[in-house]
Each structure stands twice: as structure tokens, then as C-alpha cells.
């Protein structure tokens, strides 16, 4: 094996007829492929954990799930992680297939996966230091070409107090080929370290165990029937048409009771109609009976923060307490923001001015409630006091600045491999609205837009 020196901060891409690899020298971490085309893996240092996926010759499908094995590899942060080294942070056996709509598209896959113990039996584990669970994702950023937004997303909806996903940057071998740069990140789901509700079962079918705890979303449907479990009855509201239907995600449609399933059903009911109602702003009797107020405030800031083209109508999860908990529906987790913070041209997404909330392209899929919220002048007042408050805080100009330059630093050199496997910077990616030449061009480009659109909500959230 040929070595070769080079100066810290010098990236080289080395390709000759006559060497037995391909290689990537970034400063003192290394990549090196084999001679054929695949990127299988020769010799591969990294500073991220390094995830080794092996599926013994079986292709991951959408759907069955296939068997596999899964290891990590990471030895401690600011250690070099070498993809011989021994599984330092897990290795066991997994289920694993594509996930994603639109995303399966690109030729870089994303995964859910579940850890199995010895007998193939769902087994609860640790991954990278996040909580004991058996359920994750590994997510692949390809059309964000800063590979973050939805890692400061996320980080920023747990700034503003509430449970979001855990991620951490990694590098994915899959049967020994470079995959690049992935995000482990932990499935919404019922846990007491993740969306802490109740377990509800099916004995669960009558008084205070029945009122509690319900994952529901506003989202595409994706397989089985291609069917909504449930749709609005609300049609039209203040002459706009109401076009919006709803999924069970905890319990989902294979588990929820009939009991179960009609009070979720309900309460949404009761809720909807509350804001209908001329009554709706009362402080008792109104919406503030159903919903838990701040977490609305704070779903809908993240949303116009982003602005989100898919927010609203799509991976929109809200969830339910028992009454003896409080009872009250809360917005959130936030979930998928690939579409957001300028990187697209579609419905307006790139846009520094107006809200997500008026969507150009269809807005009947959008719920009407925060609009019916924003007419109550108690509410609003709140909102805007929110938003003050984050903005003297964890969303001010500096700390948004700080959260992605710190990012940058986590990934490192492995930016020069990811794209190397992916190159396509330079290149339109749908929906790309911006296209830069660099990883830097895309950062400095996601920097100046979000200032510009806080800056825009600064002015604007007071006529909203």
C-alpha cells in the first residue's frame, strides 16, 4: 500500500491505472477504495462513529423487511474510528428496509431498522449513548447538501423544551461500500425517553385509561391501502374548503381498538368544533380545553422559522395524554424538514417573506387552526411574547449562527468523502432552489437565508 504525506489542511483525490486503489487523504483521516467501481472500502479512518451494515448478498427492500447485521464502531469523541477496529458501541443482529416517499428516489437510501436479541426477539439497546430502544433510522441527507437541516431542526425544537429525536453524524459502510455521511437518529414513538405517554393497550377500553395516550398524524399515507384512517369533519371554514384526514401512528391501524379509535376520533372532533364555535377564545371552554397552547405556538414557529413547504400537511404528529395527566392534545414531535430553510423552489419554499401557513399550492390540506388560533387576541399576544422570548434566546442571530457552525465542525473531513461518493455539489438535485459549487457555498447560503427570514418574522408576526 503506497503512503503519501500531505499538508493538514490539503484535500487530495489520488486515481492512477497502476495503484490497487482509489484514495481520499483528508488531513490525518483516510478513505481508500478498491479498484472497481462499487467503493468498496480498503482503508477508512474516521473521527464520526462508523455504522458497518452487512446484508450477507440480500438487497434492503421497501417492504418486506430483510435480516442483517449491524455494528458500530466508535471509540470516544475525538478518537479515530478505523473500520477494522472491533464494535466498540453495538453489534447484534437487525431488521432493517428502505423508508422515505419521495426520498427513495435518490440513489442514496435511507433505513428504519429494529434491533433483535439472540432469538430474533425485538430487544431494547443503546445506540451511540441515546436511550434504551429497539426502534431507529438512519437517515441520508442527499438533496440537503449541508447534510444538517434536519439535525438543527430538531436540535431546536429540544432547545425549546420539548422531546425531538436524537441524531448523531455517522459514516455507513453497507457490505463493505462507502455510503457516506448518514444521521442515526431515534423513530417517533410511544416511550418514556422519547413521546412520554402511556402504554395503551387493548384492555385499555374504558374511563381515564381510555383518554390516554394517542400518537396521531397529518401525513401521506405510505403502504398498505394507500387509505387516511380518519378524515375531518370540518369541510369548509370561513369559506376555505377543509381538506385534511388523519392517521393512527400509537396505536396504529393493526392495533388500535374500536374504543379506542372512536375517542381519538372525538376529541379531534370536539377540538375542531371548539374553534368553530364564536366561544372558541374562551379561557375554560374554548380550544385551551383540548390543546396544550405552547406547544402549538412553538409547532407553528418551527414551521415559519423553516418555512416549510410540507409543514402542517405533512409529518405532522400530535399526541395525547391521559386526562389524569392533563389530557390535552400537544403538537409535535417535528419531523422532516428536508424541504425547508430555502432548499426548494416548489410552493414558495425559498422565499425569505410570507408563512408556510398560507400555502400557494394547496391550502385546503392545511388544518385551519392556527389561523382560527391567531383570531384570538390572548393567544396571539402569546405568540408573539413567544417568539420575543426565543429570539433574545435560543433562536437569536448568534446562537442560530454558533448551532451551524458547530455542525460543520462535527462532520469535518467527512464532508470531502461524502461528496466524493455523492458528487453532486455544483449539481441541481431536486428541489434544490440554491445550487453551490461547495459544501461551504450551501452552509453560507442556509446561514444568510435563515437570518433574513427571522429578521422578516421579526416585522411581520405582529400583523400575522
Not at 59 to 82: H, M, V
Not at 254 to 269: G, P
Amino acid at each position: 500500500m503506497k503512503k503519501f504525506l500531505v499538508p493538514a489542511i490539503l484535500v487530495i483525490f489520488f486515481s492512477s491505472c497502476d495503484s490497487e486503489f482509489r484514495q481520499i487523504i483528508v488531513s490525518d483521516e483516510a478513505l481508500e477504495f478498491k479498484t472497481d467501481s462499487t467503493f468498496e472500502v480498503d482503508y477508512f479512518v474516521s473521527r464520526l462513529p462508523i455504522v458497518v451494515l452487512e446484508t450477507n448478498g440480500q438487497e434492503i427492500l421497501d417492504d418486506p423487511r430483510i435480516t442483517a447485521q449491524l455494528g458500530i464502531i466508535y471509540n470516544g469523541k475525538e478518537r479515530f474510528n478505523g473500520h477494522w477496529n472491533k464494535f466498540t458501541d453495538f453489534e447484534g443482529n437487525i431488521t432493517i428496509e428502505r423508508r422515505g416517499f419521495t426520498s427513495q428516489n435518490f440513489p442514496k437510501l435511507q433505513y428504519a431498522f429494529e434491533t433483535l436479541d439472540s432469538d430474533g426477539v425485538p430487544e431494547n439497546v443503546e445506540l451511540l449513548g441515546f436511550p434504551l430502544e429497539n426502534d431507529w433510522i438512519l437517515h441520508a441527507p442527499y438533496s440537503d447538501k449541508t447534510l444538517m437541516r434536519n439535525k438543527l431542526i430538531y436540535k431546536w425544537w429540544a432547545d425549546l423544551g420539548h422531546y425531538s429525536s436524537r441524531t448523531q453524524f455517522c459514516e455507513l459502510l453497507l457490505n463493505n461500500q462507502y455510503q457516506g455521511i448518514y444521521i442515526l437518529m431515534e423513530q417517533i414513538k410511544w416511550d418514556k425517553a422519547r413521546v412520554d405517554i402511556v402504554k395503551l393497550g387493548p384492555e385499555d377500553s374504558e374511563g381515564d385509561s381510555l383518554t390516554g395516550g394517542y400518537i396521531i398524524k397529518i401525513d401521506k399515507p405510505v403502504g398498505g391501502d394507500g387509505e387516511y384512517d380518519w378524515s375531518s369533519t370540518i369541510d369548509t371554514f370561513q369559506g376555505t374548503k377543509v381538506n385534511v384526514s388523519f392517521q393512527y401512528d400509537y396505536p396504529n391501524d393493526e392495533a388500535i381498538t374500536d374504543a379506542q379509535a372512536a375517542y381519538i376520533q372525538e376529541f379531534v372532533r370536539k377540538f375542531e368544533e371548539s374553534l368553530v364555535d364564536s366561544s372558541f377564545s374562551h379561557l375554560e371552554k374554548g380550544f385551551r380545553k383540548f390543546v396544550d397552547e405552547e406547544s402549538f405556538m412553538d409547532f407553528f414557529i418551527m414551521q415559519e422559522l423553516a418555512h416549510n413547504v410540507d409543514g402542517y400537511r405533512s409529518s405532522t404528529y400530535l399526541h395525547k395524554r391521559r386526562d389524569s395527566e392533563g389530557g390535552k392534545l400537544h403538537a409535535g414531535p417535528v419531523w422532516d424538514f428536508n424541504l425547508s430553510l430555502g432548499n426548494t423552489t416548489g410552493c414558495e419554499g425559498e422565499m425569505i417573506e410570507g408563512w408556510a401557513l398560507d400555502h400557494p399550492c394547496d391550502p385546503t390540506v392545511i388544518p385551519f387552526w392556527w389561523r382560527r388560533m391567531h383570531q384570538d387576541s390572548v393567544y396571539k399576544s402569546h405568540l408573539i411574547n413567544r417568539w420575543n422570548e426565543l429570539r433574545d434566546g435560543v433562536l437569536s442571530d448568534e446562537n442560530l449562527v454558533i448551532d451551524i457552525d458547530q455542525q460543520v465542525i462535527e462532520l469535518g473531513k467527512s464532508v470531502g468523502r461524502n461528496f466524493t461518493r455523492w458528487p453532486i455539489l455544483g449539481a441541481h438535485v431536486w428541489p434544490n432552489y440554491f445550487v453551490g459549487k461547495t459544501h461551504k457555498e450551501e452552509v453560507d447560503y442556509l446561514k444568510n437565508w435563515l437570518l433574513k427570514r427571522v429578521n422578516w418574522i421579526d416585522e411581520n408576526i405582529e400583523s400575522l
